[in-house]
């Protein structure tokens, strides 16, 4: 573990921590619970993209799911986790949600950075998540606001506070640094369309 650390410029203990977080799921995938159980949180970035995200220190679970995939391995001669995940279109669904229900107290940095990654990453079809957010928004009891939620506004991207919390999320993640407003910019003009044909 030391090894790959060095080699990928990570912190010894976030390794570990990803290792022992991939073994159990392992374990899980290998276990008669497999069917039961779905990934779901920042492990599924680990999963769909070959770059860096944000660390985790725990994993994410649900009851069931419906995409089975296999888990990437930090040691080549391992077997990989085979586990059922959540959609993409749900997740990015769920976390604009969030970003809808909380307004100006949201504290949740970790959703536009998840956002901003999901949005530049995919190849949105921008029907089937407009369905998602609608899914979403209706089995959570909101109606979905005419116009996008606050928290896409340029008055909370630039908001001293929220751009303060959102350097100290980066740091303390050890993530790039990129301005909240340029974070904020792209997620909404990249959920404007999705976002229009969910009204």
Do not use: C
Not at 30 to 59: C, V
Not at 90 to 104: C, F, N, P, S
Not at 143 to 156: H, K, N, Q, S, Y
């Amino acid at each position: 573990m030391k090894n790959i650390a060095v080699k990928e410029g990570s912190d010894f203990n976030a390794v570990l921590t990803r290792y022992g977080l991939e073994r159990l799921l392992y374990r899980i995938g290998e276990s008669e619970y497999s069917k039961q159980f779905l990934l779901k949180g920042a492990l599924l970035f680990n999963l769909w993209y070959d770059m860096p995200h944000r660390p985790t220190k725990d994993i994410d679970l649900l009851g069931f799911g419906p995409i089975e995939a296999h888990y990437p391995v930090l040691l080549n001669d391992l077997p990989a986790p085979k586990i059922r995940t959540y959609p993409i279109y749900t997740v990015i669904a769920e976390k604009l949600h969030a970003i809808a229900l909380l307004g100006m107290t949201n504290s949740r940095l970790k959703d536009y950075l998840d956002l901003y990654v999901l949005l530049s990453n995919e190849q949105i079809d921008n029907q089937v998540l407009a369905k998602a957010i609608q899914a979403t928004f209706t089995r959570r009891g909101m109606t979905l606001p005419e116009v996008l939620p606050f928290g896409l506004t340029d008055e909370f991207a630039n908001d001293p506070s929220r751009e303060s919390m959102w350097k100290a999320f980066l740091r303390k993640n050890e993530l790039e640094q990129k301005p909240l407003t340029e974070v904020i910019a792209v997620i909404r003009n990249l959920i404007q369309v999705p976002y229009s044909l969910a009204k």
